[in-house]
């Protein structure tokens, strides 16, 4: 039985400003807005639940990447991106969140360089958990084209309007930017089911 509590950092609604050299602020500022977002500085918590809930549960369970224990306690949807750095270390500690009785279901959020193509070369492999390892980790899929939901994921994440990769969903509704700890993200979900 764990005896520590983790807790997620409370991150504000708004990012806060960030001082950078007056003469060069326009790219500077780009620049530091971009590596925030690649490191995970722009992990957020909303509650707003039904309307998320509702639309991310209109998935078909098919067509989810599933990693983690069957006899999980919690299961988290996790929109993923091949080429993002915060969702290969979330990928990279998949042993820790099933350790903790999560379970991963990833759906597809292309949006940095190539990934829709990679992606839906993942969808269309035979063994798309497989695949989807070998593309975090930079390595090119050959699998034929096929029927395959990468665009409706798409289309439902920017419907929802998420802002970032990865964006988790919980069984409650909230939703997350970013990669939390798998104790911390544990907590949060023990919390919301109390």
């Given amino acids: 039985m764990r005896t520590e509590k983790h807790s997620l950092k409370p991150y504000p609604a708004r990012p806060r400003a960030l001082r950078v ?6 790219p500077w500022l780009l620049l530091a807005l971009l590596a925030a977002a690649l490191i995970g500085l722009s992990m957020h918590s909303t509650s707003t639940a ?13 067509e989810f990447i599933v990693f983690g224990p069957e006899d999980y306690e919690f299961a988290v949807v996790v929109f993923t991106d091949v080429n993002c750095p915060n969702c290969r270390a979330l990928h990279a500690a998949l042993e820790d969140y099933s350790s903790w009785g999560i379970q991963i279901r990833y759906a597809a959020f292309p949006v940095i360089g190539d990934a ?45 309007r998420f802002r970032g990769t990865p964006t988790l ?15 911390a993200l544990l907590d949060l979900l023990e919390e919301d089911a109390a």
């Fill in 116 to 160: 829709q193509e990679r992606m839906e070369a993942v969808w269309c492999s035979d063994d798309r958990q497989a695949a989807l390892t070998a593309a975090k980790r930079g390595e090119e899929i050959a699998a034929p084209a096929c029927a395959n939901p990468v665009s409706e994921h798409l289309a439902i994440a920017t419907e929802l």
């Fill in 21 to 26: 050299p007056t003469v060069q602020r326009g």
């Fill in 169 to 183: 969903v919980t069984p409650q509704g909230r939703v997350l930017t970013g990669a939390p700890e798998p104790a």
């Fill in 50 to 62: 039904s309307p998320v809930l509702d639309r991310v549960q209109s998935i078909d369970p098919d």
